[in-house]
């Protein structure tokens, strides 16, 4: 049955070419006030003023439903790490009294402290905490999200985050795209030896995750202390024959080349890029790689330097905002924070921030085509906000907005 959102004082339709919005092109945000959505079979029927969409043909037999408030694309989050067994609360601790994210891993904290409790966490509590932990993204208004591996780093436990990925699919709403990251660090038994290691990964792992069709993307750390550019080159490359689509973490905590190197080996996305150059820049916008940003993490690292959006939007390079939610650097799950984040400290406005939540987010994911925009025949994925502006989901940080959230058509969340 067709179901018919009315009373919409706000609809952020995001209409435009499908394909991922650069420059001014970031600022449209398809608004329309005294709006009504209509959706079926998981689609969207029709999104625009109340009285255009009450004269559709399937209005009249429609299911009902006034929501007061703000209406948008449900959030795309394009970079997450949400499969991890325990928090980090000693890295925690350690920040606070003033240690570096490099200070923490000669510690033994940071990535490879996840490492131990991931090898031991039996698949199934696996499943079942991520998708108890996928409920508070669909609360605060988030309908897809990309999951990353790379807590295991190694065969048996990179597969079984993969497959509790998919377990955990069958048990919440939220739309999770896999992605292989076990290319994260080097784990302690090949002994900091980065080459041994990734010659692991590309004759055991990426061979049996391709096999297996566990994940749609393969992802890099490209940094000191990680993996070199060329390493990340070869790596992603390799990635590709394969069949996967190359992502690449760069430009972090230097410029070390990683988002040229992503470039070369064709990835979709370079995430963070808070070191990103000139050079680097003109290179994405030649390419159409996507920046991933992810200035939460930078707010919960208390670091003074943000990614440069500005740089990034005037040079044409499309931008999409992500949580990064992991359990080290970015403990948090709500976008709405995400957009506060990118609108203090990044210099963005809202409408360049919520596109870069939703349309560029998907397109960060390869599936802007039926997700990120309220279009005719695209999949009905809905937030509603309390608010009376699109502009306060940006303002009023710190709390969740969102009253409902629909997932293809389906309401499955509602305050």
């Not at 609809?11 to 449209?28: F, I, Q, V, W």
């Not at 499943?127 to 591996?149: D, N, S, Y």
């Not at 990635?239 to 972090?252: I, M, T, W, Y």
Request: neutral net charge.
């Amino acid at each position: 049955m067709a179901i018919l959102f009315t009373g919409i004082k706000q609809l952020l339709t995001l209409t435009g070419d499908k394909a991922p919005r650069a420059g001014a092109a970031m600022r449209e945000t398809g608004m329309v006030k005294d709006a009504a959505v209509l959706v079926e079979g998981g689609l969207i029927e029709a999104a625009g003023t109340w009285t255009s969409v009450s004269h559709h043909r399937l209005a009249k037999k429609a299911r009902k439903i006034e929501v007061n408030g703000v209406c948008l694309p449900g959030f795309v989050d394009s970079h997450t790490h949400a499969i991890f067994a325990e928090p980090r609360l000693k890295d925690f601790s350690m920040r606070t009294a003033g240690a570096s994210y490099q200070d923490i891993k000669a510690a033994g904290g940071g990535i490879l402290s996840s490492i131990g409790a991931v090898r031991r966490q039996s698949q199934h509590d696996m499943a079942r905490q991520l998708a108890i932990r996928a409920t508070g993204f669909i609360e605060c208004g988030t309908t897809t999200a990309e999951v990353k591996t790379g807590y295991g780093l190694s065969l048996e436990s990179e597969l079984k985050m993969l497959r509790a990925l998919r377990e955990a699919s069958e048990l919440t709403p939220l739309e999770m795209l896999p992605t292989l990251l076990a290319a994260h660090s080097v784990p302690p038994e090949f002994n900091g030896e980065a080459q041994k290691y990734l010659n692991y990964v590309i004759a055991e792992i990426l061979p049996k995750v391709a096999a297996g069709k566990l994940a749609i993307f393969a992802d890099i750390f490209c940094e000191s202390g990680y993996f070199t550019p060329e390493q990340t080159t070869a790596y992603l490359k390799e990635a590709a024959r394969l069949g996967f689509k190359p992502k690449v973490h760069s430009e972090q905590l230097s410029n070390y080349g990683g988002t040229l190197a992503g470039i070369a080996a064709g990835a979709i996305s370079a995430d963070h890029a808070d070191y990103v150059n000139a050079g680097d820049i003109g290179a994405m916008r030649a390419a159409g790689t996507i920046a991933a940003l992810l200035p939460a993490s930078n707010y919960y690292l208390g670091l003074a330097k943000y990614p440069p959006a500005r740089e990034l939007i005037a040079a044409g390079v499309p931008v999409a905002l992500a949580t990064d939610f992991n359990p080290g650097t970015c403990p948090a799950w709500n976008m709405q924070f995400v957009l506060s984040a990118a609108c203090t400290h990044c210099g963005m406005t809202p409408e360049e921030a919520i596109c870069a939540a939703t349309v560029n987010g998907a397109w960060a994911l390869g599936i802007g085509d039926r997700a990120g925009s309220l279009m005719p025949g695209m999949q009905a994925d809905l937030s509603f906000f309390e608010a009376d502006d699109y502009r306060e989901l940006g303002y009023y940080f710190g709390a969740n907005q969102c009253v409902m959230t629909v997932k293809k058509g389906k309401i499955v969340y509602s305050r």
